[in-house]
């Protein structure tokens, strides 16, 4: 359908949902990051990357002079695997603020985690998914496709997103939770074969060059899912995101989202859609319809520039809507103004790569090796502190909440996964006066602030 016909009214949005787009507990709040050094000339253009190239390559820059042209990581430099460093216990018995411990397994550069309770689930350039426990590998379960760019979790159910455009679905073993099955891949053999059969189901992906609309193209770099409706939503590099019925592993819809890759999908409960892409874009999407008949209408551009996107997040209440840039920014939007841009966060050298967000903290992790942590008074966003550590950029940041604190205090735990090839597990304290003190740990970090903006893109 033309944009003109599919767009429809920002007031009409506002209108529809009578709360804020609650955020999914199980979205992916990393991106596997892709950029581009200019949008393509041609489809052609856009199609000669590879797919076995690494997401961190410079040539996918968006910007000429971007920071991450000048990343100090070194692939060459030997990792020495962090000792176990402990922040303490306070009186209650919680770890202190700061580093906990490193998990190092020397399979090549972490790309995705997901926690849930005390389990951990790391994907790498290897085919193993691994699942850690109080620090130590509990299990693994192998797929036959290594890069695994994204992990999502939903249930006993664990999905994933790979660099050969397929979605693997896993379940964990009742009565023996190390054993894991795979049990479907999406798009399903026979629904290949199906489709395959219609001419009418192939569409364009470059020029003389078709493909099944049912299938990625190309790498998919994130998913995000909304278990109310039983929707998996997955982006890739192919400039699509699909959306798919997790019951019966059927795609129910394919959008054209961008015009070059797209590094973020995030899904909300009030049925809005946010897409983040290397051609500097910050799409909004509102869900209409059930089943085959469902359709994603575009019906907002938040941000449109010449840098990167290549992170999304949305508060769990979804007030404000976080997007992360390869200039080192992150900007955000504030759903009770009518999704209008509230400002910018600036507390990075190099790009941002992932975001992640817990009650009225942000976490920010760049190509810089640091991840910062921004805690949020209204709509003021300070940088409480910046964790340091990591000897490559941090690629995947998740967070949990320490075992036995209370939802309004107590310890976040937040796992950082990098190209160093290693995850560290962090305590941040939810008293402020606890994280400025870690803040005064780390005296080589960079200086942060929040500049309020009222520009609109």
Known sequence: MPEDESRITMSSLRNTPSLPPKISNNAVHNSDLSLSTNLPASDDDFNSRSSNVSAYEPNRMSCEASPMMMSPWNQTSPFQPSPWVSGGVDSSGHHKSGLVGSLVREEGHIYSLAATGDLLYTGSDSKN??????????????????????????????????????????????????????????????????????????????????????????????????????????????????????????????????????????????????????????????????????????????????????????????????????????????????????????GHKLAVLCLASAGKFLFSGSADKTICVWKREGNIHNCMSVLTGHNGPVKCVAVGREEGSSSGEGNLVVYSGSLDKSVKVWNVSEKSSDVQQAALMHPGSVKCDSKPSSTRY
């Open 129 to 346: 998914i691994r699942v850690w426990k109080n620090l130590k590998e509990f299990t693994a379960f192998k797929s036959n496709s290594g890069l695994v760019k994204a992990i999502i979790l939903s249930g006993d159910k664990i999905f994933t997103g790979h660099q050969d455009g397929r979605v693997r679905v896993w379940k964990k073993n009742r009565k023996d939770a190390k054993k894991h099955k795979r049990v479907g891949t999406f798009p399903t053999f026979i629904d290949i074969i199906k489709t395959s059969m219609r001419p009418k189901n192939y569409v364009e992906v470059k020029r003389k060059c078709t493909s099944l609309w049912i299938k990625h193209c190309d790498a998919i770099s994130c998913l995000s899912i909304d278990e109310e409706e039983g929707l998996l939503y997955s982006a890739s590099w192919d400039r699509t995101f699909k959306v798919w019925q997790t019951s019966n592993s059927k795609c129910l819809e394919s959008v054209k989202a961008h015009d070059d890759s797209v590094n973020s999908v995030i899904s909300t409960k009030s049925g809005l859609v946010f897409t983040g892409s290397a051609d500097g874009s910050v799409k909004v999407w509102k869900r209409e319809g059930q089943g085959k008949s469902m359709k994603h209408l575009h019906v907002e551009t938040l941000l449109n520039q010449e840098c990167a996107v290549t992170a999304l997040a949305v508060s769990k209440d979804g007030s404000f809507v976080y997007c992360g840039l390869s200039d080192g920014t992150v900007n955000f939007w504030e759903w009770e103004k009518q999704l209008s841009h509230g400002g910018f966060l600036k």
